[in-house]
């Protein structure tokens, strides 16, 4: 059986809620190389550009994934009691799950169990993930960044969000972006992005095309930028 879920039910993400401490770690692709030029870890923390929508309802429609629906009322059934309850669930929008969950491949030990990742690269023409987007009105933030800490917290008896998470504005759909210059010298090396924690749904671009992501905040993890960074940037060398 399929349901249709509204808006309000689809689990979104950029960014969500926190994001710390990412890193470019540079190395060369073969052993020989390593040998004479370790790796480099390059802290990219500081002046991201911000940008959080209002509400959900406003937010894009570039989501990682949807769920069923959930009761307004408490239960206290066991977690997997309905493991696959989320499988039959379908939306008008494109979920981005199935590019995202090859970036963790590496933590899957049969090589039958891993994901293959489908052609094309959803969200490519969408303004925020282009080179050329201005951002220079959003906020600028360093990392790592937690909005929900700025406030307000929520008051009154029923919350959006109740105690247990301070009663402050975690949920909600945001973007992080930042630019750097990679140098044509670079060229040959395999270039990672390490990000020790994005709370989470978290999806990465790369000048238009969608490299990967997370969909926990409890974990760090990386993606490879090489593939893509040297086949987009032949002459601009310019990393979102």
Same mark, same amino acid.
């Given at each position: 059986?399929?349901?249709?879920?509204?808006?309000?039910?689809?689990?979104?993400?950029?960014?969500?809620?926190?994001?710390?401490?990412?890193?470019?770690?540079?190395?060369?692709?073969?052993?020989?190389?390593?040998?004479?030029?370790?790796?480099?870890?390059?802290?990219?923390?500081?002046?991201?550009?911000?940008?959080?929508?209002?509400?959900?309802?406003?937010?894009?429609?570039?989501?990682?994934?949807?769920?069923?629906?959930?009761?307004?009322?408490?239960?206290?059934?066991?977690?997997?009691?309905?493991?696959?309850?989320?499988?039959?669930?379908?939306?008008?929008?494109?979920?981005?799950?199935?590019?995202?969950?090859?970036?963790?491949?590496?933590?899957?030990?049969?090589?039958?169990?891993?994901?293959?990742?489908?052609?094309?690269?959803?969200?490519?023409?969408?303004?925020?993930?282009?080179?050329?987007?201005?951002?220079?009105?959003?906020?600028?933030?360093?990392?790592?960044?937690?909005?929900?800490?700025?406030?307000?917290?929520?008051?009154?008896?029923?919350?959006?969000?109740?105690?247990?998470?301070?009663?402050?504005?975690?949920? =909600?759909? @945001?973007?992080? !972006?930042?630019? #750097?210059?990679?140098?044509?010298?670079?060229?040959? %090396?395999?270039?990672? $992005?390490?990000?020790?924690?994005?709370?989470?749904?978290?999806?990465?671009?790369?000048?238009?095309?969608?490299?990967?992501?997370?969909?926990? =905040?409890? @974990?760090?993890? !990386?993606?490879? #930028?090489?593939?893509?960074?040297?086949?987009?940037? %032949?002459?601009?060398? $310019?990393?979102?």
């Amino acid at each position: 059986m399929k349901r249709n879920v509204n808006e309000k039910d689809i689990i979104k993400g950029i960014f969500f809620v926190m994001v710390m401490l990412p890193l470019l770690v540079l190395a060369n692709s073969s052993d020989s190389e390593m040998k004479n030029s370790p790796r480099q870890r390059i802290s990219i923390n500081a002046d991201w550009r911000f940008f959080k929508y209002e509400s959900a309802d406003q937010a894009d429609s570039l989501i990682y994934d949807v769920r069923p629906e959930v009761p307004d009322n408490w239960t206290f059934g066991h977690a997997d009691d309905e493991p696959t309850e989320a499988e039959h669930v379908t939306s008008s929008k494109q979920v981005l799950k199935p590019w995202i969950l090859p970036s963790g491949n590496d933590f899957i030990k049969n090589p039958d169990n891993r994901h293959s990742r489908p052609e094309g690269h959803p969200g490519h023409d969408f303004a925020f993930v282009q080179k050329t987007f201005d951002d220079r009105s959003w906020e600028q933030v360093d990392l790592p960044h937690d909005w929900a800490i700025k406030g307000p917290f929520y008051k009154g008896k029923e919350p959006k969000v109740r105690g247990g998470m301070g009663r402050l504005p975690s949920p =909600g759909v @945001a973007w992080y !972006r930042k630019k #750097l210059d990679i140098p044509e010298s670079d060229a040959g %090396k395999s270039i990672f $992005l390490n990000i020790d924690g994005a709370m989470s749904y978290a999806m990465v671009w790369l000048n238009g095309n969608l490299v990967g992501g997370w969909p926990f =905040g409890y @974990a760090s993890w !990386r993606l490879d #930028l090489t593939p893509m960074l040297f086949r987009v940037l %032949k002459t601009s060398w $310019l990393f979102d």
